[in-house]
């Protein structure tokens, strides 16, 4: 069986990076490993995930031009939720900010914010159509 085990993030600092991910937005940190005195393998995932976020520090001006804005001003993940309302308080009170209001659509509910470099995410609590 193929899946995705993860999905790379280019960071400016490994450090703001894990503590966004972990203090902001709830995720768990999976592994902090020392590669050489400037890389390490950083992985954060949700709470429930199989699918974690491998946080790679920009080491070039090419990576540098690019944190922040991965997929080019549009959605860049996608947070699924089975208790929107009670997440996006508690994201709200955490201090991120959302860009787009929460919206009901038939595919489900949804709300737009960005990470801390400003790639946006969907926090989307799907409809119950099965559409996942």
Avoid at 15 to 23: G, K, L, P, V
Avoid at 69 to 81: D, E, I, S
């Amino acid at each position: 069986m193929r899946h995705i085990a993860h999905v790379s993030l280019v960071v400016h600092d490994y450090d703001e990076a894990i503590a966004f991910y972990t203090q902001k937005l709830g995720f768990d940190l999976i592994e902090d490993t020392w590669l050489s005195i400037e890389k390490r393998w950083v992985l954060v995932m949700p709470k429930g995930s199989t699918c974690s976020i491998l946080l790679a520090k920009a080491t070039t001006d090419e990576q540098s031009a690019v944190v922040g804005n991965q997929t080019g001003g549009r959605v860049f993940l996608f947070l699924y939720t089975d208790d929107f309302w009670t997440d996006y308080a508690s994201l709200l009170e955490n201090g991120v900010s959302f860009v787009r209001p929460p919206t009901e659509h038939d595919y489900g509910l949804v709300a737009v914010f960005t990470d801390l470099y400003g790639n946006m995410w969907d926090l989307l609590q799907p409809a119950s159509n099965g559409q996942e």
